[in-house]
């Protein structure tokens, strides 16, 4: 019996000692698992086998934000024909530490989708099995490289179609230091440049509170702050905000021929400068920076220049009181100063004038009746149209813009620019708008229009069409790259040789070219010549003469 007892103890001890065995080694084992975790890894340091995705070694597809985005802006949208069409602008990102040297873009658009119309870029289309569309836009030569933490600007087009799709899937194909990579988006992220602090906007109708009102001659014009016009007993114009009379050196302007005349019938050449936008660069509508121009520069007018379409601007997402605001300040200064003022509608994206014409409208009936004392402020209704034919598009529209202006106001200077980015000046010989006191614009980079633009407007002047330059630069069409300091000079023979007046674009430290002030100056005013950048420099001899 103790015999038995003896093995049964030992048989249950050598149980109780596997059992112990294993149940330690599933311990240690499960310890080691815990310590090699990432949370537990010293420093928050990965392993070697916990690499993420997205290595510079492993992949050739950039991950989303690493070298570069796109993002697909939409604007104006309306229904005609039962298709509906939507203006997108399309910028492309360049978030690396790297130049974007060329880029190509492939999205789908849905089925039946027509490009209607594009700028600043090509346009290939394809058509799927299944009936999709897609289009390929590629660069122009002024956009094709984009500096690191910039991105594309003025890159925009319109689609039509029978269906409701939203653009946001995108494969983008990037040339960085020689090497090609791919970013594709399939649009479902909700990581958006919105999150990472990037614009992103959209349009909303709802906030334009135009109400339309009839006038004697049948056109319906507005006020963009939702009152009615207000009659002459009621004009908010007639002075400036600083209370000073408006009286310029020369007084009103008069066209006389292709010449430019003041009151007294001496002809008068304008030579001065245009701002960047006003709504991102705000502060370079002061006086002392006007002054500077003035007396510095011998600049006596300055362009007011409000985007309307591209991000912040007066049709897209902008603070409209602001901007009036900005362009009150602006005036009001000029007038002080015995300078003349051009407001600019600056369209852009927005190629055809008529895509924002009900507010063009309402907003110049409202400058004119409260400028309509002031003999000092010209009116420049549409910036650079494109893809817009003169007779069709731009004069019909010239001719209600103007009609509004001219309740108010019968003698103002208004420029209307023209086809091209305003280059076919052309096209309005023999076409010209049946108001004495107009001026067709012509804007030019010396970079990139050279002969054959020149030739151009010597031929309308020589044809009897009034020109004014109301805005250049000596780099190319982007505002950027190199200057081309022969071409400048050959534009500026032509331009004193012929009395055309002319604005430099741009008033402000833009890191390009064509900014007239320093990257690195924060001076918004009393700049010396160290503070200016070689545009500037260039510009300030140019405009003394």
Not at 76 to 98: H, P
Not at 477 to 497: K, M, P
């Amino acid at each position: 019996m103790d015999k038995k007892k003896k093995i049964l103890i030992g048989a249950v001890l050598t149980v109780v000692i596997l059992l112990a065995g294993v149940m330690a080694g599933f311990l240690i084992a499960n310890a080691e698992k815990k310590g090699s975790s990432p949370q537990n890894v010293e420093n928050g340091a990965l392993t070697n086998n916990e690499r993420p995705v997205y290595d510079e070694k492993e992949s050739t597809e950039s991950p989303k934000n690493q070298e570069a985005q796109a993002q697909f802006t939409p604007g104006n949208a309306w229904e005609s024909d039962g298709r509906k069409y939507i203006q997108y602008e399309l910028n492309i990102f360049s978030t690396g530490k790297k130049n974007i040297e060329s880029w190509k873009i492939t999205f789908p658009a849905g089925s039946g989708t027509v490009m209607e119309q594009s700028w600043n870029c090509g346009v290939e289309s394809s058509t799927a099995e299944d009936g999709t569309v897609s289009f390929t836009l590629s660069p122009v030569d002024y956009n094709r490289e984009i500096p690191a933490g910039e991105h594309t600007q003025g890159i925009g087009f319109i689609i039509s179609r029978t269906e409701n799709y939203e653009l946001k899937a995108y494969q983008l194909e990037a040339v960085i230091e020689g090497v090609a990579v791919t970013v594709t988006d399939d649009g479902q992220s909700g990581d958006s440049l919105a999150e990472q602090g990037q614009d992103n906007h959209q349009s909303d109708d709802s906030q334009t509170g135009i109400i339309k009102e009839e006038t004697q001659n049948g056109q319906t014009c507005g006020s963009s702050d939702g009152s009615q016009n207000s009659d002459s007993s009621g004009k908010s114009g007639g002075s400036s905000g600083t209370g000073s009379s408006p009286r310029p050196a020369s007084g009103g302007l008069r066209v006389s021929g292709t010449t430019l005349t003041d009151a007294s019938g001496n002809a008068v050449q304008l030579r001065g400068v245009s701002t960047h936008g006003l709504a991102w660069f705000p502060e370079y509508v002061n006086k002392e920076a006007f002054e500077t121009l003035r007396d510095d520069w011998g600049a006596n007018v300055v362009r007011l220049a409000m985007y309307t379409e591209e991000y912040g601007g007066y049709c897209n997402g902008g603070d409209k009181e602001a901007l009036k605001q900005l362009i009150d300040d602006g005036v009001s200064y000029a007038t002080e100063l015995g300078m003349y003022v051009i407001i600019d509608w600056h369209i852009l994206s927005d190629g055809n004038p008529n895509l924002n014409k009900e507010e063009a409208k309402a907003f110049f009936s409202e400058m004119a009746d409260k400028y309509a004392g002031h003999n000092n402020v010209i009116y420049e209704i549409c910036n650079e149209p494109q893809n817009s034919d003169w007779n069709g598009q731009i004069k019909p529209y010239a001719e209600e813009v103007i009609s509004c202006i001219r309740q108010y106001d019968s003698s103002a200077l208004i420029l209307v620019g023209t086809n091209t980015w305003s280059q076919d000046i052309d096209a309005v010989a023999g076409n010209e708008l049946d108001d004495d006191n107009v001026m067709y614009v012509l804007h030019f980079y010396a970079g990139t229009h050279k002969a054959s633009l020149r030739s151009k407007l010597e031929s309308a002047l020589n044809a009897g069409v009034p020109v004014f330059v109301s805005e250049c630069s000596i780099c190319d069409a982007s505002g950027n790259g190199g200057i081309d300091y022969d071409s400048a000079q050959s534009w500026l023979d032509l331009l004193n040789d012929r009395g055309v007046s002319f604005l430099a674009w741009s008033l402000s430290n833009k890191n390009e070219t064509s900014a007239l002030i320093q990257p690195g100056c924060s001076k918004t005013g009393g700049w010396t010549e160290d503070d200016l950048s070689e545009t500037g420099r260039w510009f300030r001899k140019a405009i003394q003469g």
